[in-house]
């Protein structure tokens, strides 16, 4: 009976913080994305070597793919490439860099750690003071109201 009762909360408790993540995440959405790429940033900086890897392919694939013509063929050792050879070859290089060096695992922790921050303030944040009462506003109790004031139409102070 006492593990039926305890394995009840518990299951309350997941729904709650599962409640609390989907209601943080819609809220802070902009917040959680740039803490995710702060993480992922700094996961990137902390290895110079695979950042210097990542950019050395943004470079290729800018200089042989992005920001040359569509008439203009890659020549490289004496061969013309086409637009479709140029774009394999730089699928399979993106592939290369990404699967045989630590890059891969690098950018998989920096997203895991990101994701593991916003999780955990996303489940113990309670969204409850999340939002705005319209009855707050029509009374004027908010700090919004007092801080946006300039907002509103002239003359509708008095």
Request: charged share 15%.
């Amino acid at each position: 009976m006492a593990r039926r009762l305890r394995r009840r909360r518990h299951t309350r408790q997941r729904r709650h913080a599962t409640s609390r993540l989907r209601r943080n995440l819609a809220y802070f959405r902009v917040n959680y994305a740039a803490v995710v790429a702060f993480a992922l940033g700094a996961s990137l900086l902390a290895h110079p070597f695979s950042l210097l890897i990542l950019l050395g392919l943004l470079t290729g694939w800018c200089f042989l793919y992005l920001f040359r013509g569509s008439d203009q063929p890659v020549f490289l050792f004496g061969r013309s490439f086409s637009d479709h050879e140029t774009l394999l070859g730089l699928v399979i290089a993106s592939f290369v860099v990404f699967f045989f060096t630590s890059v891969a695992s690098l950018i998989i922790s920096g997203l895991l750690v990101g994701g593991a921050i916003v999780a955990a303030h996303g489940a113990f944040r309670m969204p409850e003071d999340l939002f705005l009462d319209d009855a707050d506003a029509a009374s004027g109790n908010s700090a919004a109201q007092g801080l946006l004031s300039f907002l509103g139409a002239p003359g509708s102070r008095v």
